[in-house]
């Protein structure tokens, strides 16, 4: 499991750095004078903002992974409190 998360989190910290790295060529880059690199700037916006909506993405999917574990967990401490109470009641109640 633990794997899985590692490498998820490695992918999405790349694509990250792809889209920081996409953003500063965009801030650095001069006036585009020719239709070619107007068009070319364009893919790179969408690439970026696509590139931000899956990290949102899997920011929003990682911590639905947080909150199921947490609630699996809570759900696991209650079980053993009430599977330990009737026992004890039922044994020591009947003495």
């Given at each position: 499991?633990?794997?899985?998360?590692?490498?998820?989190?490695?992918?999405?910290?790349?694509?990250?750095?792809?889209?920081?790295?996409?953003?500063?060529?965009?801030?650095?880059?001069?006036?585009?004078?020719?239709?070619?690199?107007?068009?070319e700037k364009g893919e790179t916006r969408r690439e970026i903002e696509d590139l931000k909506r899956k990290l949102t993405m899997e920011k929003k999917k990682m911590n639905r992974i947080k909150l199921c574990g947490l609630m699996e967990l809570l759900l696991l401490v209650v079980l053993v409190l009430l599977l330990s109470t009737f026992f004890l009641v039922f044994f020591l109640g009947s003495t």
């Amino acid at each position: 499991m633990t794997s899985k998360d590692e490498f998820s989190r490695d992918r999405a910290a790349i694509r990250c750095a792809r889209a920081t790295m996409l953003l500063y060529s965009l801030s650095s880059s001069r006036t585009i004078d020719t239709a070619g690199e107007k068009q070319e700037k364009g893919e790179t916006r969408r690439e970026i903002e696509d590139l931000k909506r899956k990290l949102t993405m899997e920011k929003k999917k990682m911590n639905r992974i947080k909150l199921c574990g947490l609630m699996e967990l809570l759900l696991l401490v209650v079980l053993v409190l009430l599977l330990s109470t009737f026992f004890l009641v039922f044994f020591l109640g009947s003495t």
